[in-house]
């Protein structure tokens, strides 16, 4: 039987309205409006996309939404004073510095310089701190949304065998943290592991954030497993692909995510949700 195909734009939409609703009661309790600046250098075609519709998911919700825009040819300085200048400012309540940033700006340095509070994505060394931790903190935006998928279908991982394939600091990492902190057993997977598909195969959940176009093979899939497509790679042709052979892996799988329409959606959402929760904690 075909597996249940996630639909992660309508639940991107639910987790949209939640946070609209959010922002209205904020408005009106506090006489806050939440805003997010978005910090980009260069123009990387894809950090614009990126930061469009961040922008436009901000405005949709309530939020007001600031772009500081720098220069390809910018200096880790000039870089650093605007992010100091928005950790000052009382009107902004939550930071994005969009990545990847150029090779001259030290983007770790960059990420730790934005102020905890109004860390928009999750990224600063506290919050990973606190998530290696087991500690509560904002959580980056595309685990967060993997997250919520697997509560919308109701997959709960406690005691289930989750293999992530990544390790990333913004995905594979803290996506493997937030399955140990939900009392799944987790194994990660990387470009050293011996034996992928046979890691794969034992998986109750998998979670594919690799970057590399249909490189797990649907025959790896253990047959009832959830499967969380991440990756998201332009085929040939253009079209996006995942890094999971989709056509296979939906007959053997009891749920996965379609590329697109899955995490794609979801990691927007969960920055909305992100920046809403940064104002409520200044508020
Ligand atoms: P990344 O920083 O390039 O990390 C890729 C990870 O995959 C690394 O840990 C790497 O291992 C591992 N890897 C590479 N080749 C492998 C192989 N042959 N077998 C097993 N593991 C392998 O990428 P990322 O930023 O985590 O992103 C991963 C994918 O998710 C990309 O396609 C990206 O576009 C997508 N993405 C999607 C969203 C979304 O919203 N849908 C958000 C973020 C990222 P090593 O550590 O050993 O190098």
Aim: with cysteine; charged share 20%.
């Amino acid at each position: 039987m075909a597996a249940r195909i996630i639909d992660g734009k309508a639940v991107a939409a639910k987790v949209r309205s939640e946070v609209a609703a959010g922002v209205a009661r904020l408005k009106q309790d506090k006489g806050l409006v939440p805003g997010l600046a978005v910090v980009r250098v260069g123009d990387d075609p894809a950090s614009l996309s990126y930061v469009t519709s961040k922008r436009k998911g901000c405005e949709e919700t309530g939020m007001v939404s600031t772009e500081h825009h720098l220069p390809a040819v910018a200096t880790h300085e000039e870089v650093l004073a605007v992010v100091h200048k928005l950790n000052a400012d009382p009107s902004v309540h939550a930071i994005l510095v969009q990545l990847p940033l150029p090779k001259q700006v030290d983007a770790d340095a960059i990420i730790a310089a934005v102020a905890p509070e109004k860390d928009a994505d999750g990224f600063h060394p506290v919050h990973a701190g606190n998530l290696a931790l087991g500690r509560p903190g904002v959580r980056p935006c595309t685990p967060a949304g993997v997250m919520r998928l697997l509560e919308e279908i109701g997959f709960d991982p406690r005691g289930k065998r989750a293999v992530v394939l990544g390790r990333s600091a913004i995905v594979g990492r803290p996506m493997g943290l937030m399955l140990l902190a939900a009392d799944a057993t987790v194994t990660w997977c990387h470009s050293r592991t011996a034996d992928l598909a046979s890691e794969v195969g034992r998986a109750d959940l998998l979670v594919a954030a690799i970057g590399r176009p249909k490189l797990v093979k649907g025959g790896w899939i253990k047959p009832g497993a959830v499967v969380i497509d991440v990756g998201t790679n332009r085929g040939a042709d253009g079209k996006l692909v995942g890094d999971v052979e989709f056509e296979v892996a939906v007959e053997r799988a009891s749920a996965i995510t379609p590329v697109p329409g899955g995490v794609g959606p979801m990691t927007v959402a969960m920055l909305l949700a992100n920046a809403l929760e940064a104002a409520l904690r200044q508020s």
